[in-house]
Nanobody
Framework: QVQLVESGGGSVQAGGSLTLSCVAS???????MGWFRQTPGKEREGVAV???????TYYADSVEGRFTISRDSASTLTLQMTGLTPDDTAIYYC???????????????????WGQGTQVTVSS
């Protein structure tokens, strides 16, 4: 059973920066690890995903150029967020999956393992 623990959420003013971290344990394979976010009444959406070994990264259009995802190791994931806006306010979840290469890696439904989430609040 994969366990994911996020850290680094908080409150910041618009234009500010935050860094989120996720650590995985109990895993055999975490081919994909990524960040997803959700606001009340909306479906969870993919933000950024990184393939193990830095082979590939994927970003949602809404964060491209502002957020940077990195796999520091097979078990650690970081998301550097800059130029934050109130639209980035959400609970951010770390997700992971192993197995085979998949299409649409930003789709939350592809991920069986989730952390508990960390709140990010951006004020205007």
């Amino acid at each position: 059973q994969v366990q994911l623990v996020e850290s680094g959420g908080g409150s910041v003013q618009a234009g500010g920066s935050l860094t989120l971290s996720c650590v995985a344990s109990g895993y055999t394979s975490t081919l994909y690890m990524g960040w997803f976010r959700q606001t009340p009444g909306k479906e969870r959406e993919g933000v950024a995903v990184a393939v193990i070994g830095g082979r590939a990264t994927y970003y949602a259009d809404s964060v491209e150029g502002r957020f940077t995802i990195s796999r520091d190791s097979a078990s650690t994931l970081t998301l550097q967020m800059t130029g934050l806006t109130p639209d980035d306010t959400a609970i951010y979840y770390c997700g992971a999956r192993g197995g085979r290469v998949v299409s649409a890696p930003l789709a939350p439904g592809k991920y069986p393992y989730w952390g508990q989430g960390t709140q990010v609040t951006v004020s205007s």
